[in-house]
């Protein structure tokens, strides 16, 4: 599905704006140094990192729909920030753990998103 046709226009804009917001904010709050974040010493860390890439997939298919440029896009950008937290010396530490909760959430956005296209056409 290449266009979103049963949402308006504005819907769509809409939903493109809120997942750019999105990135932005989880860029910042992954590659920024840790002083600067706000509380990093929160728990739940994994459930943070799925909860983030959930939202910025789920917006993403809410906006865009179900495309691989998407989809692949978030994956590598869940593995690049780890990667860049790994090599960049500012507090942050890249972690494999924290990579499986980023595309967990994605997978989930997926699902869901799947399970309400499927309800969707059956009406």
């Known amino acids: 599905m290449v266009f979103r046709p049963h949402l308006s226009p504005l819907a769509r804009r809409y939903g493109g704006a809120a997942f ?4 932005l904010a989880i860029l910042f709050l992954s590659l920024a140094p840790t ?3 706000p509380a990093p010493d929160l728990g739940g860390d994994k ?10 997939t789920g917006l993403g298919l809410f ?9 692949g896009g978030v994956l590598l950008l869940g593995a690049g920030v780890e990667i860049a937290q790994a090599s960049m010396g ?3 530490e890249g972690d494999l753990a924290d990579l499986a909760a ?10 869901v998103w799947l399970g309400w296209e499927r309800l ?4």
Do not use: D
Request: proline content about 2%.
């Open 102 to 111: 980023n595309l967990s959430g994605e997978a989930l956005a997926l699902l």
């Open 35 to 37: 002083a600067v974040t």
């Open 20 to 23: 750019g917001l999105c990135l």
């Open 90 to 92: 500012l507090g942050r």
């Open 63 to 71: 906006a865009f729909g179900p495309r691989l440029v998407l989809l």
């Open 120 to 123: 969707r056409l059956r009406r």
């Open 47 to 56: 459930i943070r990192h799925a909860l983030a890439y959930f939202v910025l």
